[in-house]
């Protein structure tokens, strides 16, 4: 049974940063891309940050130069650094990984971020 085990959330202000950090298990094969999502209330879940297995990244527009995500393939886990953190980047947020086979997706089950003066 493959689990997802986010933590890392919490209140920071204005300009402060968080780490979050997920670790996936139960799935023999491994993983293949990482990454972290984020979904307000009534809203979609958007694409945060992704990690391929090879190393290779993709950020939103919003959180580039600001987040920085990595994984340590050995361990199964995935962190995203956030920095500058802003009020507008206040939602909960979703940790994500691609198990291999079969590929299947998978979802942790959310940390709130609270960025608030």
């Known amino acids: 049974q493959v689990q997802l085990v986010e933590s890392g959330g919490g209140l920071v202000q204005p300009g402060g940063s968080l780490r979050l950090s997920c670790a996936a298990s139960?799935?023999?094969?491994?993983?293949?891309?990482m990454g972290w999502y984020r979904q307000a209330p009534g809203r979609q879940r958007d694409m945060v940050a992704t990690i391929t297995s090879g190393g290779t990244t993709h950020y939103a527009d919003s959180v580039k130069g600001r987040f920085t995500i990595s994984r340590d393939n050995a361990k199964n886990t995935v962190t995203l650094q956030m920095n500058s953190l802003k009020p507008e980047d206040t939602t909960v947020y979703y940790c994500?990984?691609?198990?291999?086979?079969?590929?299947?997706?998978?979802w942790g089950q959310g940390t709130q971020v609270t960025v608030s003066s």
């Open positions: 994500y990984a691609l198990a291999l086979k079969p590929t299947t997706d998978y």
């Open positions: 139960g799935n023999i094969f491994g993983f293949g891309t």
